[in-house]
């Protein structure tokens, strides 16, 4: 809630803008529709912001941060079937709650969020600032000091009219695409005030240059070129910006028209600026591989409070079991089924004899028969799932059934009520539907709209199970219709454009191939040594020297970061998404070899940043005695033993990687340190560092300084084991 607080006309800046902050309910826009084809065939019948997102619908997440962040407002937008979303909030909880009032706006000729915008207008319901998200936004962040920031700076400039909300999010150096599938974010700000000045979100197609104008050095005094940032689509608004959508018809995109459109308008001089945050979680649901990654963390407790054991309304009943495994009551498991780390199970659910279940999120009232393996899925409401079935990576909506022996290479999507034949084997990447694929392909900018009274329009209640329509608003499939999902099989396969092949890949929920990454790797490496026009190459970090916009070198020269520790880093964040995604090494060494090329590093830097990933993952496990730590160190390194061995080609890397082992007993990680003899000796006893790169490496510590000797001290009986032996082996 937003305290209130009294004041007079006589008080600062930031005190004013709090007592504003009282007199006027904070109020958000939800834009319920979002005006894109990506989620098809799957939008067809349900709007995108009911889909379940670990077994709860999205808008939930939306209303449940809003609620907790102050806001007492709400005006959830709605165009796409939009009867179902009015129908959900009516049988919901969120109509009724204490100082939270969820409004519905209806239209059905609103086909961009243009559109929505100037119709809101037209209500007059907006008399203030308001928070300006859409339905697919999950967040933990509190408001109070963007709003506060966004408060002074109207006060001062009335032509600050958006903040907007960022956060640190490096891209891939491979797909130029963040861990959200959206592509690489360039965007020029104000080191000093944090105006926003440039923004361009096409990255894939700047070929490794940027053309910016001159008059952002010139009209700057400093600026800072950034693409390790994230948009987290979560906007902090004056009135003015309904007006803005109300003056100017052509603003149909909130980014590519609005935002662009104001920062290249030097007439009205409108302003944006923006608010990052470090700790909080904010992200939206932009596609199938965001849904993924946003299932996960959610799973992970990054977006905590809002996680599977804490309802939205009142206790849960689900509960976190040990792996981040979670169960609901009610479910019916044999005990030879085994389920994995990180997976969510619905309530009601029955799971047979011998099934795998892994890194998935199961719905209500499922039924998953025996010698079924499930790996990295997302299976809704009332699915079916018969003997020895096979599911790797793919989304299965409410109601579908797969036969006996039936399998989904990764990538597939199972659209609602679809019937997969016996033994069929649903091809990677393909989106199956009762709906037969629309002839015209509507671009992503067009409306994701169908008849409501067409198809299966089946909405979730509050419970997150379906209330099935009644039958006569259903429309039955013709008996003429020739099905493509095998014997027994109902559904069409939908068609994917040579051009679409590389959109279904890179936005789908499975890892992206290895080979496509090698490809996507060949293709930079060519274009890598290639100038723009004007023969100037954008620096591998994407960042501006401070030499390249200010003449003051000298002083500025200690904020240059050293590219050793931004390699580190990035290797480590290149690992712990290796982990959360479960992909596979021959990923992350693509992505670390891209990183290398990228740094100008050696081997032995790979070496020892992906020591110390493996051994900080360790570490960070839950344990609570040194020996229990030793175990964890023993299986993870076991797990992660071929990706280290990879960057081991000699004993520099070998003797790399000890020195970087005792940095961190040292420094980063003293809890290793009464450990180091029995963690060097494993990776002796696995072959990761070799009886010579031991010995060398004491060798090179006989002149050091006693501080530097702590850790060949402490091995000396090992070490002189090693000599032995190898003096055994000579005399043979």
Not at 188 to 210: A, H, M, S
Not at 326 to 342: M, V
Not at 659 to 682: D, G, N, T, W
Request: proline content about 4%; hydrophobic content about 35%; overall charge negative.
């Amino acid at each position: 809630m937003v305290g209130k607080k009294g004041g007079s006309k006589g008080m600062g800046a930031a005190e004013d803008a709090e007592e504003e902050l009282a007199r006027t309910p904070l109020q958000a826009i939800i834009l319920a529709d979002s005006f894109t084809t990506k989620f098809r065939p799957i939008t067809l019948e349900r709007p995108k912001v009911l889909l379940p997102l670990v077994n709860a619908p999205m808008i939930d997440y939306t209303l449940a941060w809003l609620e907790s962040a102050g806001v007492e407002e709400v005006f959830v937008f709605c165009c796409a079937h939009s009867k179902q979303v009015i129908d959900y909030l009516d049988k919901s909880n969120w109509f009724g709650q204490p100082n939270f009032s969820v409004t519905t706006i209806e239209s059905h000729n609103a086909i961009s969020a243009g559109d929505a915008l100037r119709l809101i207008y037209e209500q007059h319901v907006i008399r203030g600032d308001f928070i300006l998200v859409s339905g697919d936004t999950v967040s933990n962040m509190s408001l109070s000091q963007a709003l506060k920031e966004h408060k002074e700076r109207r006060r001062k400039d009335s032509n600050a009219v958006m903040t907007m909300v960022i956060k640190q999010s490096k891209a891939s150096p491979v797909t130029r695409q963040s861990r959200l599938g959206t592509e690489e974010l360039f965007m020029v700000i104000d080191p000093e005030t944090k105006q926003l000045l440039y923004y361009e979100d096409r990255g894939d197609n700047l070929k490794g240059y940027l053309s910016l104008d001159k008059a952002l050095l010139t009209d700057n005094t400093s600026i800072s070129l950034q693409n390790d940032k994230q948009d987290c689509y979560i906007d902090i608004c004056s009135p003015e910006v309904l007006s803005l959508f109300t003056d100017n018809f052509d603003y149909q995109h909130l980014r590519r028209d609005f935002v662009k459109g104001l920062l290249v308008d030097d007439i009205m001089g409108y302003k944006i600026y923006t608010h990052e945050i470090h700790s909080s979680y904010a992200a939206r649901i932009d596609n199938y591989r965001s849904y993924h990654t946003i299932s996960k963390d959610i799973i992970q407790r990054w977006t905590y409070p809002l996680v599977p054991d804490v309802q939205f309304f009142g206790s849960s009943a689900t509960k976190l079991e040990r792996q981040g495994m979670y169960r609901a009551p009610e479910i019916k498991q044999s005990r030879s089924s085994k389920i994995g780390p990180f997976t969510v199970i619905g309530s009601g659910t029955s799971i047979g004899n011998n099934t795998e279940i892994s890194n998935s999120v199961v719905g209500e009232c499922c039924s998953i028969g025996s010698n079924v393996t499930i790996e990295g899925c997302y299976i809704w409401h009332n699915v079916t799932i018969e003997d020895g079935c096979k599911l790797k990576h793919s989304i299965v909506c409410d109601g579908v059934t797969m036969k006996s022996g039936a399998a989904l290479e990764p990538g597939v999507v199972l659209s609602f009520k679809v019937v997969i034949g016996r033994n069929f084997l649903v091809p990677a990447y393909s989106k199956v539907s009762l709906h037969q694929q629309p002839i015209r392909q509507d671009s992503d900018e067009e409306l994701e709209y169908a008849d409501n009274s067409s198809g299966i329009t089946e909405s979730p209640s509050v419970s997150g199970t379906l209330d099935l329509l009644n039958e006569e608003e259903r429309t039955e499939l013709p008996d003429s219709q020739e099905y493509e999902v095998g014997d027994g099989g109902v559904g069409f396969i939908w068609l994917v454009s040579e051009a679409g092949q590389e959109e279904e890949w890179r936005h789908s929920v499975a890892p992206i191939p290895v080979d496509k990454l090698v490809a996507i790797m060949q293709i930079s490496n060519d274009e890598a040594d290639l100038p723009n026009e004007d023969g100037a190459f954008l620096p591998p970090s994407g960042e501006l020297g401070p030499d390249s916009i200010t003449n003051d070198s000298n002083e500025d020269a200690e904020d240059i970061r050293d590219d050793s520790v931004i390699f580190e880093r990035e290797v480590e964040a290149t690992f712990q998404r290796a982990v959360e995604e479960d992909v596979t090494d021959d990923h992350v060494i693509l992505e670390v070899n891209s990183l290398r090329l990228s740094y100008n590093m050696a081997s032995a830097d790979c070496a020892g940043a992906l020591f110390y990933s493996v051994m900080k993952l360790a570490l960070d496990a839950p344990h609570d005695s040194p020996n229990e730590l030793y175990k964890i160190v023993v299986s993870t390194v076991r797990k992660w033993k071929k990706l280290l061995k990879y960057y081991l080609p000699s004993i520099d890397e070998e003797i790399e990687v000890i020195l970087k082992f005792e940095e961190m007993c040292l420094e980063s990680a003293r809890e290793y340190s009464p450990l180091f003899v029995q963690i060097l000796h494993h990776l002796y006893d696995q072959d990761i560092i070799q009886e010579e790169a031991i010995l060398d490496w004491a060798s090179e510590k006989e002149g050091a300084e006693e501080s530097d000797k702590v850790f060949v001290k402490q091995s000396e009986k090992f070490i002189q084991w090693l000599k032995e032996a190898s003096e055994e082996e000579d005399e043979d």
